[in-house]
């Protein structure tokens, strides 16, 4: 199969994910977007395409995200940075901001043998409800999801990733 094709079935099958979920998703104000990043981007996070990222490229986006926030990590694909990072199983009560989280995502293409997780996302941080949510590389737009519609998307956290500081 080549790789057009891949791309095309994972299109299709993200539609659909994305089609259901629309209903859920929650808009953030920019008193809360404020609040979960440390930078002042108010309601509009930095596209991929601003930082030029192209699409399937979620690991290098979180990547550079924490690298705005004076965080480095070693590079890698979503499934390679637990191993070139500091890293352990994730657990909720291990969750906190600044970090990065390795889901496993049943729609994706790049599911292969081995590979506990195929996305990544930065956390952002958690609500006055103690929800907490993901700044990500959906496609080829940024987007924010609570752990609540992540799960909804059928996104299981498998690893938290943990940056350095600069």
Known sequence: ??????????????????????????????????????????????QPKDLRIEVFQCSRYARKIANLEGLFLNTGNAWDLPNKNKSEDYNYSNLKKDVLVLFY??????????????HVAYCLGKDSKGEFYFLQQLKINAKILSETQMKKRGFIGKKIIFPKKF
Do not use: H, W
């Open 105 to 118: 995502n049943p729609g994706s293409i790049f599911n292969k043998k081995g590979r506990i997780g195929t």
């Open 1 to 46: 199969m080549k790789y057009c094709e891949l791309l095309e079935i994972q299109k299709k099958k993200q539609d659909k994910v994305e089609e259901d979920s629309n209903l859920i998703e929650e808009v953030f104000s920019e008193e809360l977007a404020v609040r979960y990043s440390g930078r002042n981007y108010g309601t509009v996070f930095p």
